[in-house]
């Protein structure tokens, strides 16, 4: 007997029948809220450059995993505010400034090119899964070895 479910805990991504991410990334961000709180404790006794790998033990680790799936969706802006709270906690910024300069400073990608690094290295790893154009086409062309995209006409596959 199959049981209808609603959402699904797989490998400690939350998937929900919808593919929209919501129950994954509530669940993430009072984890993320936590490491917040741990950068800020220790600011005044660490450095920029120790605060940074307390970031990167608590926020980032958390932040980035399951990133290739559910990085894309519209509610994982919820979790882009949250990592610039982190950013300006560790550079002592106040809350409604610009971030872009201290993403440079502190050398820690955003959210989004995150996630477009996180695709970049799962192709790069997995090359042999994906075709490219010499593979279906004879003709010799100056893009013969570009990735070739599946074909679909579904908007939620094509997402």
């Known amino acids: 007997m199959i049981i209808q479910s609603n959402f699904m805990k797989f490998l400690g991504i939350t998937i ?10 509530d669940k993430i961000i009072s984890k993320l809220n936590k490491a917040c709180y741990i950068i800020r404790r220790p ?21 980035s995993y399951g990133l290739i799936f559910g990085g894309n969706s519209t ?19 106040k809350n409604n400034g610009s971030c872009r300069e201290f993403f440079k400073l ?19 790893n997995n090359r042999s899964l994906f075709l490219d154009n010499a593979d279906l086409y004879s003709v010799k062309t100056k893009n013969r070895y570009n990735l070739h995209p599946p074909l679909s006409h579904l908007t939620k ?3």
Do not use: E
Request: proline share 1%; charged share 15%; glycine share 2%.
């Open 106 to 124: 502190l050398k820690i990608l955003p959210l989004s090119a995150q996630h477009i690094y996180s695709l970049l290295i799962f192709v790069v």
């Open 75 to 93: 509610n994982s802006k919820c979790v882009f505010k949250l990592q610039k709270k982190a950013i300006r906690i560790i550079m002592g910024a």
């Open 43 to 63: 600011k005044l006794y660490l450095s920029h450059a120790a605060l940074r790998m307390v970031y990167y033990a608590f926020f980032h680790s958390v932040m």
């Open 16 to 25: 929900d029948n919808t593919l929209s991410w919501k129950q994954h990334i």
């Open 157 to 159: 596959y094509q997402k």
